[in-house]
């Protein structure tokens, strides 16, 4: 059973096909980084008048060589994420619904982001390797959540960033060390010369699974101001402060709920430091996706559609976009 994903939720335009929830058969990517960059990050309505442009060709790309028979429905991102970009695809998923007569089925970002583990390309599928009761922590752009999976569909939100986002505070200690946007993959670059010896905070927060990061984004401002720190050396203790902390928090969750596996996706996920270390320090099996599958694609909507859909949780034409959604 094949599922069309469509991706619109922020500055990637994205359609995807999948076959039974796990095989991808196309993933095609339009990145909007290269027009979001000289702005120092995603300017709203310039990106849902890219997405207007680009979705078209980005799901004909997709469609190359798979006739619409074979398709079985059209899964569309609805929150969260912006406004104006999510309506683009939102709407053209009705439209490609209603005119191939397809069920429509409304995915959750985050949890489209936790499916990208269940995908792969070989034609043996990848259904056995995720175990239940796992955990997952989703590390995006706009999102640290640490959430409990008990099976598909079924979440239980144990914490989430009190302030800003693991993406985020990538992004806003870039602009403080004047590297570009994205700032993950820039301050991961950075970082590559570096020692990371310079003292910044680990907010613990100890006795929940919450997390807090702009007081170390204030701490490098602060070093920075001072004068006198290499960017790179500033970048690799940066990056080992967020890891510590994600790493640490979400062993000792893994530990406490005596879960059979820890699940990684958003994308800071797809940062090297921080697989590496969850891989030498995790006494449960750790699952991460590649770093192309990490970052926002259709894939995963698609792959989290299939399950949706054999759940029967299809939707009406009534669906709005909901940029607030969380999880649960
Ligand atoms: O999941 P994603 O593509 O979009 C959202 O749903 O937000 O995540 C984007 C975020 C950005 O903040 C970016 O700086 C961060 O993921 N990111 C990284 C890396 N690649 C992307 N952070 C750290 N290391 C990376 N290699
Ligand atoms: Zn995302």
């Known amino acids: 059973m094949k599922t069309l994903g469509i991706e619109t939720s922020c500055d990637e335009t994205a359609a995807g096909i ?10 095609v990517v339009a990145s909007q980084i290269g027009i979001h960059a000289r702005y120092g990050g995603v300017v709203p309505e310039v990106a849902s008048r890219q997405h207007l442009l680009t979705i078209i060709p980005v799901i004909n790309q997709a469609m190359t060589g798979v006739p619409w028979q074979d398709i079985s429905g059209i899964a569309v991102t609805f929150g969260p994420g912006l406004a104006g970009s999510l309506l683009i695809g939102v ?39 995720v175990k239940f009761p796992c955990l997952c922590l989703i590390v995006s752009g706009g999102h640290s959540d640490l959430v409990m999976m008990k099976g598909h569909g079924q979440f239980e939100k144990l914490g989430r960033t009190l302030d800003d986002a693991a993406g985020e505070a990538f992004d806003k200690a870039a602009r403080i060390l004047g590297l570009g946007y994205p700032g993950g993959p820039a301050i991961e670059q950075a970082g590559r010369s570096g020692i990371p010896c310079l003292p910044l905070p680990r907010a613990w927060l100890k006795g929940s699974y919450d997390f807090s990061f702009s007081g170390l984004k204030t ?110």
């Open 18 to 27: 999948v076959e039974d929830g796990d095989r991808i058969i196309s993933n």
């Open 91 to 129: 709407n053209v998923a009705k439209a490609i619904a209603l005119a191939k007569k397809l069920p429509l089925i409304a995915v959750n970002h985050l949890e489209a982001h936790i499916y990208a583990n269940w995908l792969n390309s070989s034609p043996a599928g990848n259904k056995d390797r």
């Open 219 to 328: 701490a490098l401002w602060h070093l920075v101001q001072k004068g006198e720190v290499s960017v790179a050396d500033a970048a690799a203790s940066f990056q080992l402060a967020v890891v510590d902390v994600l790493v640490t928090k979400t062993i000792e969750a893994a530990r406490q709920l005596k879960v059979e596996q820890i699940l990684l996706s958003g994308g800071v996920a797809a940062n090297e430091m921080l697989s590496q270390q969850f891989l030498a320090k995790s006494p449960v099996r750790v699952l991460i996706p590649p770093p192309h599958l990490c970052t926002d694609n259709a894939a995963m909507v698609a792959g989290c559609g299939y399950y949706h859909l054999q759940a029967g949780r299809v939707c009406g034409y009534d669906l709005d976009v909901v940029p607030s959604l969380s999880l649960e």
